[in-house]
């Protein structure tokens, strides 16, 4: 048996609790051990493995489904590391994806969506971990989603005025750049 425990404890409860509940001559797996003494006086040594996280990069393009209120970016990358929580070993899928960002936000039409094990490789529709110990970790600097969005979108500047703005979704660090200066206006990098 290949058992992997999740959470903490001591590791004498741990393989306490295997060695009681394991059928007798089964074979054990994995990177953590501790010795038991049988009622015989006998040692026998317990293995187990702990779950290990693995970086999961999520990728989709967000389209607003009433055509008027953008999709709400920053709510979706904040909602979808509480609500997207793959279990130990479970394959993710664009199905289950798409359902969490309508739970969180119903104006929101998930498309070209794909899982990655990083942020340039190859996307898949569904993705299993590497190894049955392990489970995804969405965390929102690796969610990636297109179009990149700038809050607020359209502004008008008078003179001697400040304008702070948002990027919200893409990818890495977000630098800004005035296209077309005819103004004399100038971006402050630092906020």
Known sequence: IWVIVAGSGEPEEIAT???????AGCGMYGGESYVITQVDGTFFTVYWDTVTSQTLYIKFTATS????????????????V??????VAEQVNIN???????????????????FSLTSGGSYTNTLTPSTKNRQFAVTEENIIIIPMINSPAAVTV???TDQQFTGLGGFGTLVYTIHVNNSSGSINGAT
């Open 17 to 23: 609790a295997i060695y009681n509940k394991r059928n």
């Open 65 to 80: 489904l009433d055509g008027v209120n953008p999709p709400n970016i920053a709510a979706i990358r904040e909602g979808l």
């Open 82 to 87: 509480t609500s997207f929580v793959p279990g």
């Open 96 to 114: 289950d994806l798409a359902t969490a960002v309508q739970a969180i936000d119903n104006n929101t039409l998930v498309t070209n969506a794909g």
């Open 158 to 160: 008078t003179h001697a």
